[in-house]
């Protein structure tokens, strides 16, 4: 790898950004696919082996790794005995088959910006009013448990532990079993969080349009995820006379028919997909007698989604009736459009600026740790271009000088944050 006056950043000198992009690529081996992706799901081989990796790095820099009681992996640099952190970071699970940069950029962002932070702070002797950390959250994907952001859920308290450890994989793995012979399931609740940041690949193309560099995130899109069971009975899919079949299959079909209908009422304001189904018995020649589908919504107007929720509940009869099988509906998971702090977005902005980088506010339609984060502490977020918006695939890919653009400008905003500038 070389970097060309291009791809190298004003302040970030080179040694720096070679060794971030060196760490990139040793990272970007565990799980790695033969498509150039990645399949780390949370708590697997890879996943696993990928965390001792993290700490193996984290260590060499001197920070103190440490787990809480559902899995969050912590590197932390206490600088200033017994003041709380700047806890910085991301996720490092992944989708199955899916990209190299989501998550996993922001967490090694965030230990190579506070990798610089500390060595500057070693040279001036100075002490920051706060302490700093390293996080990689456990399971933020929930693709293999279910729901998403898990770890930082249960870290805010917008999950009862108890509730996520017992929450089982498809093979009926709770995630305590999961995580309990890996080491990774520690005793505490973590470090004490005086505010937050989180760089993360946009996943959407708005910012490569626009030619800008960096995204300021002022708030998230809301969004609404559902489990659905589907009930009908097991029957012959040849000799059964078609009067008399309860096609479990036929009912969840139609509600991904209803989904994709849903989003086209309301375009470019509601996205909508049925990412997942569970087929029973999932044999040839048998109607299948339960389906469970996990149905996802997300939503750039609340009054938009309760009116989208509204429509679902009203179709889930008609289903029942058409097709003759019975539907159970349970939410999942749920986010409002609540905003970042509007104090981190233009410190942020001032950062970017100082900096030279194009940057603009945009929102957050994927969801991230740092939504939970920032219902309990002052959090930045911010964004560097994704080409082409792809995302959860294993083609998605950030240029290299926007993944140093954005460790640049996180530098500068974790800086900031460690003078106390913004604290709960
Ligand atoms: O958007 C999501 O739900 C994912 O976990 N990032
Ligand atoms: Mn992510
Ligand atoms: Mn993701």
Known sequence: MTLDEKTQPATLDPVRAQAFLAD????????????????????????????????GLLEQHGLRVQYDRIGNQFGLLELNPGAPYVVVGSHMDSQPTAGRYDGAYGVLAA???????????????EQPALNLAVVNWFNEEGSRFVP??????????????????????????????????????????????????EIHIEQGRLLEDAGTTIGLVTASWAASKYVVTVEGEQSHSGATVMADRRDALLGASQL????????????????????????????PVVVASRVRLL??????????????????????????????????????????????????????????????????????????????MKERVPTVMLFVPSVQGVSHNEGEYTEDRDALAGLDVLTGVVRRLASGELRA
Not at 111 to 125: K, N, Q, S, V
Not at 257 to 283: I, M, Q
């Open 111 to 125: 230990a190579h910006a506070i990798f610089r932070i500390a060595d500057e702070l070693r040279e001036t002797g």
């Open 295 to 372: 149905l996802d919504l997300r939503c750039a107007d609340e009054a938009v989604l309760a009116e989208a929720n509204a429509l679902l509940q009203a179709e889930l009869p008609r289903i029942e009736e058409r097709v003759n099988v019975a539907l159970s509906v349970e939410k999942s998971h749920e986010w409002g459009i609540n905003p970042y702090q509007p104090e981190g977005v233009e410190l942020a902005r001032s950062v970017a600026a100082r900096l030279g980088y194009a940057h603009d506010e945009i929102k957050t339609v994927a969801g991230h740790d740092s939504i939970n």
């Open 148 to 197: 998403s952001m898990m770890g930082s859920s249960v870290y805010t308290g917008l999950m009862p532990l108890e509730e996520a450890l017992a929450v089982e994989d498809p093979a009926g793995i709770s995630v305590r079993e999961a995580l309990e012979p890996t080491g990774f399931l520690g005793e505490g609740d973590g470090p004490v969080a005086a505010c937050c940041a």
């Open 24 to 55: 990139f690529a040793t990272m970007s081996a565990f799980g790695a696919t033969i498509h150039g992706g990645v399949d780390r799901q949370a708590a697997s081989p890879a996943d696993i082996e990928q965390r001792r990796w993290l700490q």
């Open 256 to 283: 991904v028919v209803f989904a994709r209908e849903l989003a086209d009422r309301f375009p470019g304001v509601l996205h909508t997909a049925v990412g997942k189904l569970d087929v029973y018995p999932n044999s």
